[in-house]
């Protein structure tokens, strides 16, 4: 069976857009949630149906799509932007895990401050818009460039809904 970049390329294009479109439905209903007042008994049941079942299909939707996208050995390199993106994701992954432990022992507030919004928040918006700039670049390319990118957007959706459900 040999590999067909192309028709790889347009399966993880389409689970990519499963992605953006269940994560835009998960928002949505979050927004709607607070904006008309549902509550469920218990509160946090309501969250779980809007956000986390949205959320978690549009996670497994990308990492789906990261997948297909993944090139056959030989073709590991990726562009600037999805090695962008990968980094970005994985310095934040550590800033939260750093913020989490932060929860947990007694530091200076300052420093909690600046690691939350520098380390896990910044470097995590920096992840999310070269993760979408990286799976627009590879779809005309048959590296890592779209599996980067899917996975940068995977982690910027999984670590959104931890910390919306955790508080």
């Known amino acids: ?98 913020q989490t432990i932060f929860d947990h022992v007694t530091v200076p507030p300052l420093v909690a401050r600046d690691e939350f919004y520098v380390a896990f928040i910044g470097v995590g918006s920096l992840a999310l818009v070269a993760g979408g700039i990286a799976s627009l670049v590879g779809r005309n390319r048959s590296d890592l460039t779209m599996s980067f990118g899917f996975i940068a957007i995977a982690y910027v959706l999984i670590a959104q809904l931890t910390q919306s459900l955790w508080d």
């Open 1 to 98: 069976m040999r590999y067909e970049p192309l028709q790889g390329r347009r399966s993880a294009w389409r689970w990519g857009w499963i992605g953006v479109g269940a994560a835009l439905a998960a928002a949505l209903g979050y927004i709607l949630q607070h904006q008309l007042a549902y509550v469920s008994r218990p509160a946090w049941v309501g969250e779980i149906e809007f956000y986390g079942l949205f959320g978690g299909f549009a996670f497994l939707a990308l990492v789906v799509g990261a997948v297909i996208a993944w090139p056959p050995r030989g073709r590991r390199r990726a562009s600037p932007w999805g090695w962008t993106a990968l980094f970005a994701a994985f310095v934040s992954a550590v800033g939260y895990v750093v």
